[in-house]
């Protein structure tokens, strides 16, 4: 009986040694340096448990944020509409608008080309001194699209001849009008292909 139990203890002996050393090299062998940390991520943790446990909570809120964009979509909407509907313009309105606008723009131009003529014809004229009388004498010229002089006459002479030889003499001393090569060549052909000048004794030109 006593050899039985001491048969039995020495077995469990040995498989408890037998188990103690089977446990020791399953066990993965960590290379973890006596200094070596191990570093964890609590963030990651928390964050983990808050959708493991508290899923359903973002639910309202997301609810919330749809309802506002909604309503901020619907809003600007509204005042998009509203914009158009105060702010209707017709087409045609425009379009006179625009058309009033290439016509003053073109008028300035002619203007001003018009003025220029006439200041460099005054700067050169010289017109006769014993003129007692208002005079007006009217000159047709006729340019190319250059701004050369082709041709002027004298259409409506006044009722003095020096005063008519003095604009003749003039006239003979301009050979170029280049400041009409600034204007575009439909204004150029209907105002300065031919076009009056009106002298007065008072030493205007119109």
């Known amino acids: 009986m006593n050899k039985a139990l001491t048969s039995l203890n020495t077995f469990f002996l040995i498989l408890l040694f037998l188990s103690l050393i089977f446990s020791m ?3 993965p062998n960590l290379d973890i340096d006596e200094t070596q940390s191990i570093k964890v991520n609590f963030y990651e943790l928390i964050q983990q448990d808050d959708i493991l446990f ?6 309202t809120p997301m609810k919330k944020e749809t309802k506002k964009t909604s309503a901020i979509n619907e809003k600007t909407n509204i005042d998009e509409t509203a914009i158009i509907s105060r702010f209707n313009i017709n087409k045609l309105d425009v379009k006179n608008e625009i058309t009033k606008i290439k016509l ?28 007692s009388e208002s005079l007006i004498a009217k000159v047709l010229i006729n340019l190319a699209p250059s701004g050369e002089i082709l041709n002027f ?12 030889e003095s604009i003749l003499t003039a006239m003979n001393k301009m050979t170029f009008f280049e400041e009409v090569l ?6 150029f052909e209907k105002n ?6 009106v002298f007065k004794s008072s030493g205007e030109i119109e």
Request: aromatic share 8%.
């Open 25 to 27: 090299f399953s066990v």
């Open 192 to 197: 300065f292909r031919n076009f009056n000048l």
């Open 182 to 187: 600034s204007l575009e060549r439909n204004l």
């Open 153 to 164: 006459n004298l259409i409506e002479p006044s009722s003095n001849t020096s005063f008519n």
């Open 54 to 59: 508290d899923s359903p909570a973002p639910t």
């Open 104 to 131: 003053s723009k073109e008028r300035e131009g002619v203007l001003r080309v018009s003025a220029i003529i006439q200041e460099r014809i005054s700067s050169i004229w010289i017109k006769p001194n014993s003129l």
